[in-house]
Antibody, heavy 115, light 112 residues
Framework: QIQLVQSGPELKKPGESVKISCKAS????????MHWVKQAPGKGLKWMGW????????TYADDFKGRFVFSLEASASTANLQISNLKNEDTATYFC????????WGQGTLVTVSS | DVVMTQTPPSLSVAIGQSVSISCKSS???????????LHWLLQSSGRSPKRLIY???NLDSGVPDRFSGTGSQKDFTLKISRVEAKDLGVYYC?????????FGAGTKLELK
């Protein structure tokens, strides 16, 4: 069955970096785009952008340009999200979601930024 | 950006009742291929979102036919017939027609 399994929760200090992984299984990884979605505590969903899993080309929503990087380890069917220079407002659960229409979601990775 | 306006923000319902959730977009969601990329998701408490309906009215596999989606252009509705306890949570509409993709603010379905 199709699964997206994300890496575990992270506790970071402001200014540090974090890398979250999303490992896909049950389908051909390069056949579907991977999206990233942010959910701040108690808030709704915000689309961060997507990565073309065939070409590796990322596309970022305006609010996520600069400190956010989408990457792939295609041989491992894994998409990664790296956030640098963490700020308190980056505290959130980050989800990966497969394909146009977000048909499948990872379980989410909670990133807590606190001094 | 396309603004997705969901109403109501919350609903109290008794088991067995039917409810409707509205989602209105600030622009038409019809893509150049003629399809409308409006989807409905449910996020149960503490869980990741799960897609229920894609492209306005198509039920995802395993979703009971108590759920139905209708609408066109800028005006969409999710209807849940005979609500069950497992239907509780926050419902989101999402559009993937225009970049950046956007979500409604959510409708929280609670027990009365």
């Amino acid at each position: 069955q199709i699964q997206l399994v994300q890496s575990g929760p992270e506790l970071k200090k402001p200014g540090e970096s974090v890398k979250i992984s999303c490992k896909a299984s049950g389908y051909t990884f390069t056949d579907y785009a991977m999206h990233w979605v942010k959910q701040a505590p108690g808030k709704g969903l915000k689309w961060m952008g997507w990565i073309n899993t065939y070409t590796g080309k990322p596309t970022y929503a305006d609010d996520f340009k600069g400190r956010f990087v989408f990457s792939l380890e295609a041989s491992a069917s894994t998409a990664n999200l790296q956030i640098s220079n963490l700020k308190n407002e980056d505290t959130a659960t980050y989800f990966c979601a497969r394909g146009l229409g977000f048909a499948y979601w990872g379980q989410g990775t909670l990133v807590t930024v606190s001094s | 950006d396309v603004v997705m306006t969901q109403t109501p923000p919350s609903l109290s319902v008794a088991i067995g009742q039917s409810v409707s959730i509205s989602c209105k977009s600030s622009q038409s969601l019809v893509y150049s291929d003629g399809k409308t990329y409006l989807h409905w998701l449910l996020q149960s408490s503490g869980r990741s979102p799960k897609r229920l309906i894609y492209q306005v009215s198509n039920l995802d596999s395993g979703v009971p036919d108590r759920f139905s989606g209708t609408g066109s252009q800028k005006d969409f509705t999710l209807k849940i017939s005979r609500v069950e306890a497992k239907d509780l949570g926050v419902y989101y509409c999402a559009q993937t027609t225009h970049f950046p993709y956007t979500f409604g603010a959510g409708t929280k379905l609670e027990l009365k």
